[in-house]
């Protein structure tokens, strides 16, 4: 039987020092992925549920006000022409104009739908765990930053899983994992120098992957996880909107008048002018 192969002190103190950069550039890859993929889409629909809600009712007051006042617009030109306002034509070039407008009203409310759909499908707090922990140890064997020696196979499997993580299919990555590590394979003797210059690239690839975490959680909707999750926050911004609500519904009863009293002025009578 033949002794066991024994590493140079220092071949074996990088190659050490690199397994542990290894498992750190992972973390970080799946706490970007998760940061992404998860944390983001969710702290969206909690924004939703919670704010967008009021700014829906907002932005239908805001829609409502610019539309009656484009609709008074239309009908005084006219009156300036000498003419009697066209109110079927006012009518179609109104719904032209406003088309974008109900586009956005229509994708806001769609927001608040599949918000409210995501967050009563979330996974339980046990399978987000393993989740998590099935993709960590993927990625520890199949990322291309961290194993750049991975087989076509390897690959395939990695694009699976990332499909997989995305979707928090459990099933398929407990599957995935079996086959990652039926698939793996006893990296190569390297030299010296290839392990220092694995160990500078790593250094840089943690570096790198550092900045971008710190990048994401620096910008919407990272910035308000805290606020979110104070009531007292969400109870003043909610205020807030209704506050503006309000006032463009005065503002749109206003002009609603208005427009009832332009009608009459030129004989169309009130019956004419209700949308």
């Known amino acids: 039987m033949s002794a066991p192969l024994v590493l140079h002190p220092e ?3 990088i190659t050490d020092e690199n397994a542990l950069l290894r498992e750190e550039l992972a973390s970080l890859l799946t706490e970007a992925e998760d940061l992404i993929h998860t944390v983001k889409p969710n702290l969206l629909a909690l924004y939703q ?3 967008g809600v009021w700014e829906l009712r907002l932005l239908h007051a805001q829609f409502t006000v610019a539309r009656v006042r484009r609709q008074i617009e239309l009908a005084q030109a006219s009156i300036n022409r000498g003419e009697r306002p066209d109110l079927i034509a006012i009518e179609c070039a109104l719904e032209v104009e406003f088309l974008e407008w109900v586009t956005k009203l229509e994708e806001a409310a769609q927001r608040i739908q599949d918000a409210e759909n995501r ?22 064997q199949l990322h291309p930053d961290v194993n750049p020696n991975v087989t076509e196979d390897q690959r395939r499997l990695w694009s699976r899983a ?7 299919d459990l099933p398929e990555l407990r ?13 190569p003797s390297k030299s010296l120098d290839n392990l220092r210059r694995d160990q500078k690239i790593l250094e840089e690839q943690i570096a790198a992957m550092l900045e971008e975490v710190e990048k994401v959680e620096s910008q919407p909707p990272f910035t308000l996880r805290r606020q979110l999750e ?8 909610r205020q807030d909107v209704e506050q503006r609500t309000a006032t463009l519904r005065r503002q749109s009863d206003a002009l609603k008048a ?4 332009l009608l009459e002025e030129t004989g169309y009578g009130t019956a004419f002018g209700k949308n």
Not at 162 to 168: C, D, E, H, L, W
């Open 258 to 261: 208005y427009w009832e009293k």
């Open 162 to 168: 990332q499909s997989a993580y995305k979707a928090g």
């Open 11 to 13: 071949i074996q103190q």
């Open 230 to 237: 104070d009531e007292t926050w969400v109870t003043t911004r």
């Open 49 to 51: 549920t919670k704010i």
């Open 175 to 187: 599957a995935l994992t079996l086959l990652a590590e039926k698939s793996a394979s006893v990296p």
């Open 119 to 140: 967050l009563k499908h979330l996974l339980s707090p046990e399978d987000d765990r393993e989740l998590k922990k099935l993709y960590y140890a993927l990625v520890k």
